[in-house]
């Protein structure tokens, strides 16, 4: 696993190798020291077994049989293997929960409640596209055509250890245009004007990243904040 995964940080982004080093962490303190022609479907489903017994959610376990799955499969064609345990055994259900959402009515009333606050156009933009908060965070000024009232998803800002990284969006489907309704138009509007006036106040301590979203200083948003 520690060798497929050197390979596979070659093409696959930091977030997912992160969260296949920690998968691989569980799956190697129960049978790391196991040859790799023993592993059994059995044995692979003991694991997530005890990992649901260790009370870690179903969406995990699902996570860890995927990445070892995937490795496995790889190991296949290398004729470390005859056949892949991990394709066989069975991984747990994940039950999707319905999710709770504010009515238009408290949505407004939070919306008007932030005039005032610093990331106010941030909450707008986040209400008004359904954007995650890498990509808010990400958001460039020349992403946006604010005359023609659509901006293109392209960056994201995400977090590994604590570390922020910048990368483009996972999937095709991921980059995408989105319409912009006039309200929104005008709240990015001004705070264009507002960035501009920070910028000039600042001077050359201004971190010019193209941001539209950032620290008083032009600097990046940490998608935690």
Not at 119 to 135: D, N, P, Q
Not at 146 to 167: K, P, Q, W, Y
Not at 182 to 208: I, S
């Amino acid at each position: 696993l520690d060798q497929w995964l050197e390979r596979a940080a070659l093409d696959l982004k930091p977030t997912t190798i992160a969260g296949y080093r920690r998968a691989a962490l569980k799956i190697n303190a129960s049978f790391g020291r196991s040859r790799l022609q023993d592993l059994t479907p059995l044995l692979v489903e003991q694991l997530y077994l005890k990992m649901l017994r260790a009370g870690l959610s179903p969406k995990t376990v699902r996570h860890t049989h995927s990445f070892l799955r995937h490795a496995l499969q790889d190991a296949e064609p290398l004729g470390l293997l005859v056949r892949n345990p991990a394709a066989v055994a069975k991984a747990p259900r994940v039950h999707r929960k319905e999710q709770q959402t504010w009515t238009p009515e408290q949505l407004s009333a939070f919306l008007n409640s932030t005039v005032a606050e610093r990331y106010h156009a941030i909450f707008v933009v986040l209400a008004t596209t359904g954007m995650r908060r890498g990509e808010v965070v990400g958001l460039r000024w020349s992403n946006l055509d604010l005359d023609r009232g659509v901006l293109s998803v392209i960056h994201t800002f995400t977090t590994v250890n604590g570390a922020m990284l910048e990368s483009t969006v996972k999937t095709t489907k991921s980059r995408r245009q989105v319409s912009l309704d006039a309200v929104t138009v005008l709240v990015l509007r001004a705070l264009r004007a507002k960035q501009n006036a920070e910028r000039l106040l600042l001077g050359p301590a201004w971190v010019d990243h193209d941001l539209v979203f950032c620290e008083p200083d032009g600097s990046p948003l940490h998608p935690d904040k």
